[in-house]
């Protein structure tokens, strides 16, 4: 069961004592970025940090977040086979989006000891929904197991993130979307995703992009190629793979990467050509741009890839 161990085991920092009686809010609120939703307990509001809600003094934390459809099914298969050999033996439970499960353990962090829950929701087919609690031990009298156990109950999904929701995030603006049938986030703030599959489960049988950015950058100009062709070679999902060119290039007016490669990719193993756009604007970050297209489409792909990227702008 390879997603039962994030759900049991995710691990959220500090704690600190609350003032506020918990309470609901009067309606579910979806975190910024994701298909999951909740009515916060009073006291609670939409995290800085992170996604999901906190106490103002970033004692009590409610993070929420996606995981693989596959990921409650194995949950559920799990409980009703053998409960009791279960790691942390969940509970069901009955929410606004359908049928749920959850788990109470109790932890230690650096700061002292902590209420953990974890609950795994069904997303309708296509995603599961978590949401992970941790109430600090001087707050658990406010922030009871009832009180959370019942918040869990006003879990709701909604079947898309709303387009200019997901964009807002993002440190940068796209103002050319080159006709992609899907666009979203795949990490709110993150990383992009533009797509012309629907079905999330082939995405390289046509072509695609993928917009973020890398935490590092070359030290000097002339590391640049060596690192733009070792980031090329950690693209996952690709295998077989070739580098066909590597070569530096001004990305709107600043200095840049490209990197082909040619490779298979993908179940059905795709052919597909590849390309990775890297911009240096200083600093420790790293634009990166991967676009990717199966071969025999790849004369038509690049003119959309290309409009795409030159639109690119930060914020």
Known sequence: MKHAAPLFA????????????????????????????????????????????????????????????????????AFKANPAGMVAKPE?????????????????????????????????GTFSG???????????KIYTDDAVRQMFSSVVVRKEVPLDEQLGLMPFKVAEMSNFKTVRTLAPGAALLLADSTDENSIETSPFMVIGSLASAP?????????????????????????TMSEPQR????????????????????????????RFGGGKVTMRIIASAPRDDWAKAFPRFRAVRDGIEPR
Do not use: C
């Open 10 to 77: 995710l691990t959220m920092l500090t704690a600190i004592s609350v003032a506020h009686r918990p309470a609901f809010a009067a309606d579910p609120i979806f975190a910024p970025g994701v298909r999951v939703g909740l009515a916060p307990l009073v006291g609670l509001a939409p995290a800085k940090t992170f996604v999901g809600f906190e106490t103002s003094d970033q004692g009590v934390k409610v993070l929420m977040t996606e995981l693989p459809a596959a990921a409650f099914n194995e949950v559920e298969t």
């Open 92 to 124: 069901s439970i009955e929410t606004t989006a359908g049928k749920a499960f959850y788990t109470i353990e109790n932890a230690k962090d650096a700061t002292g000891n902590v209420r953990r829950y974890s609950m795994i929701v069904g997303g309708g």
């Open 130 to 140: 978590y949401v992970a609690v941790q109430v600090p031990e001087n707050a658990q």
């Open 219 to 243: 030290e000097k100009p002339d590391d640049r190629g060596r690192f733009a062709q070792q980031a090329a070679g950690a693209i996952p999902g690709l295998r077989e793979g070739r580098i």
């Open 251 to 278: 990305i709107d007016g600043m200095a840049g990467w490209e990197t082909r490669i040619d490779a298979v990719s993908g179940k059905n193993n795709t052919p597909v050509s590849v390309v990775q756009w890297l």
